[in-house]
């Protein structure tokens, strides 16, 4: 028989509201955090986040706060659900309302610029001066917010440095419609989480030149080799790619109407600057930022993402979306497998590294 047990989610957006919709369905008690108090009031007298899951009702449960001490009294477990951009400074506020070391399950995807760190390296970062965090676990893989609140099957994995983390945080989260599964690969589960959001932006960018199905294949396929070579140089699992997080996400992003990131890339490919996409979204596109960072890896490990490199240039160069394509197909010839097992080969070479 399950514990239930009193659960902080951080973020009311679809995704938070989401996954804390999943820990109520699991008998859980829990306090979900919002910043704006018209959205806490809607929760708790209505049960519904209209602006985020329109048309559910949330599960009585759910209990909104916009104090984040309320919210995050008496737990010890945190989900995370907010950009990437804001995890340092909702870090910090955590820290200064805790009084007990909690564990924190973070469901964001990216990178951060300049640092190129993951999430989960944000979050140590932040609490190194201080005894409050016990582990810190990733949740991700194929899972549109809008579909998991109406109950659809929807498989993820979840990852940690140490399995006894991954495997509370996959008792916490399991039912009969989302299933988790652990993974002890932590650095290849979010770098697919992050970098499935930029090839992602490149499918609707090529959807929105009018380009079909062969295009977005050849896309999603060379993406994910670009993912996993950056992924291997990171020091990740290959085989990780292959799953849930990687593969699955990539498709479930670069393939459905529910994908911001799609979205945005396809109108940058219908001839809408990069300002009027990010303002008409109204929501964060994680792919934006995390192309930046990818780009900047790519150069200080040296490796070879050009779809990457091509969609940075677009976004933050001026270079058109038809003249990329052009250039993409215009490379020189190569063999399709053999730079990615070159890449494994060295990855386990102990002379290599």
């Given at each position: ?10 973020g ?86 805790l ?10 995807k ?19 001066h201080?005894d ?23 498989t ?31 650095v ?12 992602a ?16 294949a ?28 990687g ?30 996409v ?25 490796v ?7 969609l ?12 990329a ?23 386990n070479?102990p002379?290599?590294?």
């Amino acid at each position: 028989m399950k514990e239930m047990k009193k659960i902080a989610v951080v973020g009311a957006g679809s995704w938070g509201t989401a996954l804390a919709m999943v820990l109520a369905d699991n008998e859980h008690e829990v306090q979900l955090w919002a910043r704006r108090s018209e959205q806490v009031v809607e929760i708790n007298e209505k049960h519904s986040n209209s602006k985020y899951l329109p048309g559910i009702t949330l599960p009585k449960n759910i209990i909104a706060f916009n104090d984040l001490n309320l919210a995050l009294k008496n737990v010890d477990t945190i989900v995370l659900v907010v950009p990437t951009k804001a995890i340092r400074e909702m870090v910090q506020e955590m820290i200064h309302v805790l009084t007990s070391p909690v564990t924190i399950i973070h469901a964001s995807k990216g990178i951060e610029p300049g640092t190129h760190k993951r999430v989960s390296e944000m979050i140590e970062e932040e609490f190194q001066h201080s005894d409050l965090l016990q582990d810190v676990v990733v949740l991700s893989g194929p899972s549109h917010a809008e579909e998991v609140s109406l109950r659809q099957p929807t498989t993820v994995t979840v990852s940690s440095k140490r399995h006894e983390a991954s495997e509370r945080a996959q008792d916490l989260f399991i039912n009969n419609h989302f299933r988790v599964y652990t993974n002890s690969d932590l650095v290849g589960v979010e770098i697919g989480g992050a970098l499935k959001n930029s090839i992602a932006l490149v499918c609707g960018l090529t959807n929105g030149l009018g380009l079909g199905d062969n295009t977005k294949a050849a896309i999603m396929t060379r993406g994910l080799a670009e993912i996993a070579r950056m992924g291997i140089k990171l020091g990740a699992n290959p085989l990780t790619f292959a799953g849930l997080s990687g593969l699955g996400d990539l498709i479930v992003t670069c393939t459905s109407i529910h994908s911001r990131n799609y979205r945005a890339g396809k109108m940058i490919g219908e001839g809408k600057s990069l300002d009027q996409v990010l303002e008409s979204m109204g929501m964060v596109v994680e792919g934006i930022r995390t192309t930046k960072a990818a780009h900047e890896l790519a150069l200080k490990w040296q490796v070879d993402m050009p779809i990457i490199s091509s969609l940075y240039a677009v976004l933050f160069e001026g270079l058109s979306p038809k003249e990329a394509t052009k250039q993409l197909m215009g490379r020189g010839k190569k063999h399709e497998v053999e730079q990615l097992s070159l890449d494994f080969f060295h990855m386990n070479d102990p002379e290599m590294k």
